[in-house]
């Protein structure tokens, strides 16, 4: 009884690494830009089939295939904010919310017309590979997975706390106005933010492949459950998205284990609901706008 | 009566006609199956236009109402053997119930964060009604029985009927729409659309008309939901509840022009026939092709038109106002 809620809190939370790096650039984008990149599922799908044909047509392994998908997504991300997202930042948020979700749709139907719906897998060496600790199970593609996502996620907190640029994000979150009044240019911080959003959906696509299929839908799982995770973490708050996501990661796989096998999902919007009726503000508190 | 308001009675009169007679000219059952399809998806995009225009709470769950009138109906037909007439109503009823609590937990959010929560509650409703075996039939749905020509069953041999039954809910959502936009509430709509928090401070009570309308627009797209089913003979929790419907309903209105009265008729026609175009013109239906094609339109739009296709259609009428002769 206890060995299987340890194994389904682990294998949420080795997933919940997973959805963290989605998270983290979601609440990124928001509170810097202030914006919902309703795309972000879409970079997840665009980094893992990336992954696939790297590994496929050049035998790169997917994981270290990362070092190519992270930072091709940067550039996406930037390039995407300057030509896209910048011409509707106002104070008007329907565009915004349209542009995403339409960039979104255009992702996911391309792929479909380019990828087909069929399911892609990359088999490496470690694929089936595990640890036994006692009588519990650790998959070593999903272990390498989290600790890559928790090391990347770690690196952002530094970047975001020490560097000037990092600083100048936080700032230009806090307080957009007062930020380009400290001479801080605006469109350059959220390329940035948008650059470095798109790179962790990147490398969360990269992480997966070795252990999950690709297929054009793939990342309306991803972003839905970061959407939880950003309102469970208060909007824009990196950490509260890391904490939110791993909890999201455990709660679904417990879901799975102890109410059925097509109920993870129900469980996680559950919790959106509970959350929004009980905590709107988040679990941290703040304002949720 | 002045005369932009005599040319607009006028223009409605002679659209009315030209809709009414439509069936008579089109005959081929593929080009009233497209007629079908313009006037439903302009009846959902009229109906979410009420809350996602007017109001401008950008909801993408609205394929939740569409679904509930759908299974509604479908129920009491199925099981009570209850008219889809009937069911119809009770479906906008229940629907209408539906919103109250959704609502209440949706509305918590603001902007972006509504959009998602909207659609959470409209996926949550569709993985519900896939647990439901026992009296809805679970992931496989059902089959509506064919009863022949029905009238009394919303069951028709001819598809004309069809066009008609649809042509009158599109009717009664213009009605709606138009009814609010010109009473009071249509101004407070517009105060809560364009600043919410000022619309408070100046005495508009947003919670309540912000669930009002709601209420009304659930209650709109239930109807649209029972149609369906009856035109399609069909039902499942993925059909009913297609996140494609909560897409389409916003995007025809984005594209056609948000928080005007006919901005989603004129999106639905122009998507709709370029679809339409796309899928003759290549012969076979690509996957994805229809909504890769419709997420350049909007994005499109969004760029360049924001106010959306209807300000161009405007202008031009404008322009011909202006060019025509004044006659004495």
């Known amino acids: 009884m206890l060995e299987t809620v340890a194994q389904a809190v682990i294998n949420g939370l080795l997933i919940g690494g997973i959805y963290a790096l989605v998270s983290i650039g979601v609440t990124l984008i928001f509170g810097v830009v202030k914006i919902v990149n309703f795309a972000q599922g879409e970079f997840v799908m665009i980094g893992m089939y990336l992954s696939f044909y790297l590994s496929t047509q050049f035998g790169i392994d997917p994981i270290a295939s990362l070092v190519i998908t992270m930072p091709v997504l940067f550039v996406a991300g930037v390039l995407i904010q300057h030509f896209l997202i910048r011409r509707v930042l106002g104070p008007n948020d329907m565009p915004q919310i349209f542009l995403t979700f339409a960039l979104s749709l255009l992702l996911l139907n391309l792929a479909l017309m380019l990828f087909t719906a069929n399911y892609r897998t990359v088999h490496t060496s470690y694929s089936d590979e595990a640890f036994h600790l006692g009588g519990l199970y650790i998959p070593v593609a999903k272990l390498i997975a989290f600790v890559v996502a928790m090391f990347l996620s770690g690196a952002l907190w530094v970047f975001l706390h020490t560097t000037d640029l990092g600083k100048a994000m936080r700032a230009a979150s806090q307080n957009r106005d007062v930020a380009t009044l400290m001479g801080i240019n605006p469109n350059r911080v959220f390329c940035v933010a948008l650059g470095i959003a798109l790179a962790l959906a990147g490398a969360a696509g990269s992480l997966l492949m070795p252990f999950y299929s690709a297929y054009p839908f793939v990342g309306q799982v991803f972003v839905l459950m970061a959407f939880v995770a950003v309102v469970l973490g208060t909007l824009g708050n990196v950490m509260g998205a890391l904490i939110a996501s791993l909890m999201m990661g455990i709660a679904e796989s417990l879901g799975i284990q102890y109410v059925g096998a097509d109920s993870g999902l129900l469980v996680v919007f559950a919790m959106l609901l509970l959350t929004l009726a009980f905590k709107p503000n988040g679990l941290g508190g703040g304002r949720a706008r | ?328």
């Open chain 2, 1 to 328: 009566m002045d005369k932009t308001n005599k040319w607009s009675v006028l223009s409605i009169a002679a659209l009315a006609a030209i809709a009414l007679a439509l069936p008579l000219l089109v005959t081929s059952s593929f080009a009233i199956n497209i007629l079908i399809r313009i006037l439903l998806f302009s009846f959902l995009g009229v109906a979410w236009n009420l809350m996602g225009g007017y109001a401008k709470q950008l909801s993408l769950g609205h394929a939740a109402y569409f679904g509930l009138g759908a299974y509604t109906s479908t129920i009491m037909q199925v099981d009570f053997g209850i008219s889809p007439w009937i069911g119809m109503v009770a479906g906008g009823v229940v629907a209408m119930l539906a919103s109250l609590p959704i609502g209440w937990l949706c509305f918590r959010l603001r902007g972006p964060y509504f959009t998602i929560a909207t659609i959470a509650t409209a996926q949550a409703l569709m993985l519900i009604f896939l647990k439901f075996r026992d009296f809805a039939w679970g992931a496989e749905g059902t089959t509506i029985p064919n009863l022949g020509n029905a009238p009394l069953m919303m069951q028709f041999e001819a598809k004309s009927a069809y066009y008609y039954v649809v042509l009158g809910l599109l009717a009664i959502g213009l009605a709606v729409t138009y009814t609010i936009e010109n009473s009071w509430i249509g101004y407070y709509l517009v105060a809560i659309g364009e600043d919410e928090d000022a619309a408070e401070a100046i005495g508009v009570n947003a919670p309540s008309i912000k669930r009002n309308i709601y209420m009304i627009s659930a209650f709109l797209t239930a109807l649209a939901g029972t149609f369906y089913t009856q035109y399609i003979y069909f039902i499942d929790p993925a059909t009913a509840f297609s996140f494609n419907i909560s897409i389409e309903a916003a995007l025809v209105s984005i594209v056609g022009g948000i928080g005007t009265l006919w901005g989603p008729v004129i999106g639905t026609v122009l998507l709709e026939t370029t679809s339409t175009l796309l899928q003759s013109w290549l012969g076979s239906s690509i996957g994805g092709l229809q909504l890769t094609v419709y997420s350049l339109i909007l994005m499109a739009v969004i760029l360049w038109r924001p106010t959306g296709l209807i300000g161009i259609v405007g202008e031009a009428y404008q322009r011909y106002l202006r060019r025509r002769p004044v006659r004495a």
